[in-house]
């Protein structure tokens, strides 16, 4: 008999892997203060949350350095992505191509143990950057979230025709004039989608933040993972919900307008 | 009197005085150490229809880039309407490409395609919406304005390619494989639909293809490649029947090339000594007793018959395969000596008795059919 794919396999499946947050999800809006019983349906903690100023202020951190990390990663990613596939001889170029990944695999310990130590020296040596905070953070972010775009515009133009940029050259458009006009309308799905990635991975970070932050700077998982130490507090329900609603909104879009083809 | 002057307009390339439009003299293209286009020159005319030909890596593609500007050349010159092309950026020369992926902009409709030349140009908008809505009519495209290139057929986006490479009256088109991509009824109709352009335009074309027969219907010269040299240049009629070396009668139709030694030569006839028996040939000048030389016979030039056959060269064989092609149908002759020949014959209307396979024939053919290839 051959194994068909039921239903019940595919419920299953979904309950393994959402059954977690769905849980989390429901909890967030528990009346009771203790977080493991159940005592009727309330929006309290979501009250609650936006009271507490030390969770919007790292919130608020979080979110700048996610947003302005994932713009500049954007611009490196695309840059680096344009030399990978579009220049044909470049010295160093494969090796390149390999070390181009390696943030992604590279464990979240050594790249934040590194750069600290790259901070350190850096400020010993040129008296920059001064003190770990906001800056080396989103320097932090930027450096991987650049991979992740590289990455991503990578595919997307090695996937375009090079006859297509030449046709428009051949026309009479400039060098520059072809990159507005042709290639980055052609790859703009590719850009959001990488925007949205590095966004998400910055917005998700704690490993790499702990290493490299310093006084004063704790971004919101860093807060939400000290509190969860004191034990967890329903309110920290209510902030998880929302940051599974920001972050499958974004890995959704980015997942469809990778699905779109050029 | 009359008839001169037009053979003289009609073929410039025959008139010592006739100014060529496009000068390529001494042309390498090298990458590493391979040279995909080897010391080529060529002159090609105003109005010509002129087609490079040859297998794939010959550098056809590669000589065809180097007109358009996308490869620079290693060594060597262009000139094109007088003008020296070295160090002129592909979008500044007066050629346009159109390419072998039709490589249209997918984000654009088709009207804006087609006149993303003439806005690049700086034409006023009006005035490039109606040489674009002129420019569809002529390529039959009216009422695709606005769709998307991905909405259209593959003929249609061939079209489109060729529009939008038209659109600003470039003074040399050139064209790489431009209907590789289309199924062999409507390549066929569109050959002569890209004839009657060019010649409603008076444009220049120079066309990359692999595909013979299309060189032969399409052009007015072909410039035979191979291994980044031309071999040989000629009309298509002259390829043919008068190929310079063993590779262009090869490639260019089919053929049935004997190895062989000269024997001895009279002033009006030549003999050859090949494995099959010797064949006679018109005479070439300058050849010595045994130099080692090729003869090419056609097809279609060898007679098959059941009886003998009156003809300069015979040999006789038995039919090892027949394929009927309609107007005609291909033999394939095995040679007492075990060798197989390639001869054609046209099929009569409902023949009757036609030879068929393992018939014992005569075949037979005349001295100015055979051609006598020294390389």
Not at chain 1, 79 to 101: E, I, Q
Not at chain 2, 212 to 227: F, K, N, P, Y
Not at chain 2, 300 to 329: C, F, H, W
Request: glycine share 8%; charged share 20%.
């Amino acid at each position: 008999m051959r194994l068909r794919f039921t239903p019940v396999m595919a419920v299953l499946g979904f309950l393994f892997l959402y059954g977690p947050i769905a849980s989390l999800v429901i909890y967030s809006f528990n009346e009771s203060k203790l977080v493991t019983v159940w005592g009727g349906w309330s929006l309290k903690w979501y009250g609650e949350l936006f009271a507490n100023q030390q969770i919007m202020d790292a919130a608020w951190l979080s979110l700048r350095i996610a947003a302005i990390s994932a713009s500049v990663a954007v611009v490196l990613g695309t840059m680096m992505a344009m030399v990978l596939v579009r220049f044909r001889r470049v010295r160093g170029k494969s090796l390149m191509t390999g070390m181009v990944t390696a943030p992604l695999v590279m464990p979240d310990v050594i790249i934040g143990l590194s750069l600290l130590l790259l901070f350190v020296a850096m400020q010993g040596l040129i008296g920059w950057p001064g003190g770990r905070g906001f800056s080396t953070i989103l320097i932090a972010h930027i450096t991987f979230g650049m991979a992740f775009v590289a990455v991503v515009v990578q595919s997307r133009l090695s996937d375009m025709d090079d006859a297509v940029e030449e046709a428009a050259l051949d026309l009479g458009a400039s060098p520059a004039r072809v990159f507005f006009d042709i290639t980055l309308p052609m790859i703009t799905p590719a850009l959001i989608a990488g925007w949205l990635l590095a966004f998400t991975l910055s917005l998700d970070d704690l490993v790499i933040a702990s290493f490299v932050s310093g006084p004063g700077a704790s971004t919101l998982p860093m807060v939400i993972f000290s509190k969860v130490r004191l034990g967890v507090s329903p309110d920290i329900n209510a902030l998880a919900s929302l940051i599974v609603l920001v972050v499958s909104i974004g890995i959704i879009t980015a997942a469809l307008l990778m699905r779109k083809k050029p | 009197m009359g008839e001169t002057i037009l053979a003289a307009e009609a073929r410039p390339w025959r008139e010592a005085t006739q100014k060529p439009f496009v000068r390529i003299r001494g042309i390498s293209k090298l990458f590493g150490d391979l040279a995909a286009v080897d010391d080529v020159s060529l002159d090609i005319y105003q109005g010509e229809l002129f087609c490079l030909l040859g297998g794939s890596g010959c550098g056809k593609s590669t000589l065809l880039r180097m007109l358009a500007g996308f490869e620079t050349p290693s060594k060597g010159h262009i000139e094109i309407d007088g003008q020296e092309m070295t160090g002129i950026a592909a979008n500044l020369r007066p050629t346009n490409m159109m390419f072998q992926s039709y490589a249209l902009f997918p984000h654009m409709s088709v009207e804006k395609n087609v006149a993303y030349g003439l806005l690049r140009e700086g034409v006023p908008k009006t005035e490039a919406m109606a040489r674009t809505a002129d420019m569809l009519s002529l390529v039959k495209l009216e009422g695709f304005a606005r769709r998307r290139p991905q909405q259209l057929s593959g003929g249609q986006q061939q079209r489109v390619a060729l529009a939008r490479s038209l659109i600003k009256q470039p003074k040399l088109l050139l064209l790489d494989e431009p209907l590789g991509a289309l199924d062999k009824k409507l390549r066929e109709e569109t050959q002569f639909e890209l004839i009657r352009i060019q010649e409603d335009l008076g444009v220049t074309f120079i066309v990359v293809t692999h595909d013979q027969e299309e060189a032969m219907t399409l052009s007015t010269r072909i410039g035979v490649m191979d291994r980044g040299r031309i071999v040989q240049v000629g009309e298509p009629r002259q390829i043919y029947e008068a190929p310079d070396t063993k590779f262009v009668a090869d490639f260019i139709g089919s053929v049935n090339i004997f190895d062989g030694e000269v024997d001895a030569a009279a002033p009006d006839m030549m003999r050859v000594n090949t494995p099959e028996g010797a064949i006679l040939c018109p005479p070439l000048p300058g050849l010595k007793a045994h130099q080692k030389v090729h003869v090419a016979v056609r097809p279609e030039r060898i007679q098959l018959s059941r009886g003998p056959i009156k003809a300069a060269n015979t040999l006789q064989g038995i039919v090892d395969e027949v394929a009927y092609m309609g107007n005609l149908s291909v033999y394939r002759v095995r040679l007492e000596g075990g060798r197989c020949l390639k001869v054609t014959a046209a099929n009569g209307l409902h023949e009757e008795n036609p030879i068929t396979w393992d018939e014992a024939v005569h075949i037979g053919w005349s001295a100015a059919a055979s051609t006598v290839l020294t390389k």
